[in-house]
């Protein structure tokens, strides 16, 4: 696990940064709060904070509260060092946002076993965060969770004035799949499907498994006609890719598709937009299924 030390000390930086590696943790430093808030500016920053309490610009109590103000959920557990006695500091690193304190100087073994306490709650919140975003057969984001991205990813293509789309993506006549090959190979047919759709997008665009066999893709800065190029390509892998269940279990499928791209003019809301493309989605089962409606 990454350790971030954000101590103005080089003497103690460089014991810490030895420490922490003894016992396990990948250190990365920041001589000040403001490099150590652009280290935390990452996607995938480090979640457990080692910060001293005296810096020159801002201190540490201050960084904390800064810290603890970013409301885009990513999760952090701060541990405070100081030098300051009595009772008085630990509450105020506390109030700041702090989880934990430890005077300076400080003992290896009370830092160790206090360190070692964070990175269990820093796993423990991974885990639940896992556990409440994701679809547990596929990985992919489950309903809440891409609902979420789905609206951040509209609220900044609205900002940017760029285009958004969205697609609505069933598997053709998945109860048959199921009654002829059984339950577990419907389900590697379904992983099958994610690992298709996960192929042919960019790191940015977003996967939601919505239902049994729906899938939901949000596709940021992408207009009509791109996303349907993204479309057919998903569609044909799947006809022509059949699953590969076992040696001798291979499963032919088609999957429909509904498109839809963000009405930037009539200030179209998420709901409304998934809305038109699984709308679209029924259009195209009517149509006789494996193809694409928009
Ligand atoms: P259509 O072409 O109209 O979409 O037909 P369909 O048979 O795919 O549609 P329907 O939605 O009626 O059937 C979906 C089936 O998916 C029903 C359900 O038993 C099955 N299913 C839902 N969740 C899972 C799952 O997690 N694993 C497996 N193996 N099957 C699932
Ligand atoms: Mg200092
Ligand atoms: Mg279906
Ligand atoms: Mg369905």
């Not at 958004?164 to 190979?185: C, E, Q, R, S, T």
């Amino acid at each position: 696990m990454e350790l971030l030390i954000i101590d103005d000390d080089p003497i103690t930086r460089m014991a810490l940064c030895a420490l922490a590696e003894e016992w396990g943790f990948v250190p990365i430093e920041a001589d000040n709060a403001q490099s150590a808030l652009k280290v935390l500016e990452d996607p995938d920053p480090p979640h457990l904070l080692v910060i001293d309490w005296s810096m020159p610009g801002m201190s540490g109590p201050e960084l904390c509260k800064i810290i603890r103000a970013r409301d885009d959920g990513q999760f952090f557990y701060i541990m405070m060092l100081t030098g300051r006695e009595g009772n008085e500091a630990i509450v105020e690193a506390m109030e700041s946002g702090a989880d934990d304190f430890v005077h300076k100087p400080f003992d290896y073994q009370v830092l160790k076993v206090r360190l070692k306490a964070g990175s269990r709650i820093v796993r423990l919140e991974q885990t639940l965060n896992q556990l409440a975003s994701r679809d547990p057969l596929t990985q992919c984001w489950n309903r809440r969770m891409l609902d979420e991205l789905r609206d951040n990813a509209i609220a900044e293509a609205k900002r940017k004035q760029t285009p958004l789309a969205l697609m609505v993506l069933d598997i053709d006549h998945f109860k048959a799949i199921n009654d002829n090959y059984g339950h577990p190979a419907g389900d590697a047919a379904i992983k099958h499907v994610v690992s298709v759709i996960n192929h042919n997008l960019r790191e940015y665009d977003l996967v939601g498994r919505f239902g049994g066999e729906e899938f939901v893709v949000v596709l940021p800065r992408t207009d009509t006609e791109s996303a349907w190029g993204v479309a057919e390509r998903i569609r044909a892998a799947i006809q022509f890719q059949p699953a590969i269940i076992d040696a001798d279990t291979k499963i032919d499928m088609t999957i429909s598709i509904g498109l839809a791209e963000l009405n930037q003019e009539e200030g179209e809301s998420g709901a409304e937009l998934f809305d038109r493309a699984d709308q679209a989605l029924l259009d195209a089962k009517h149509q006789g299924r494996n193809r694409i409606v928009s």
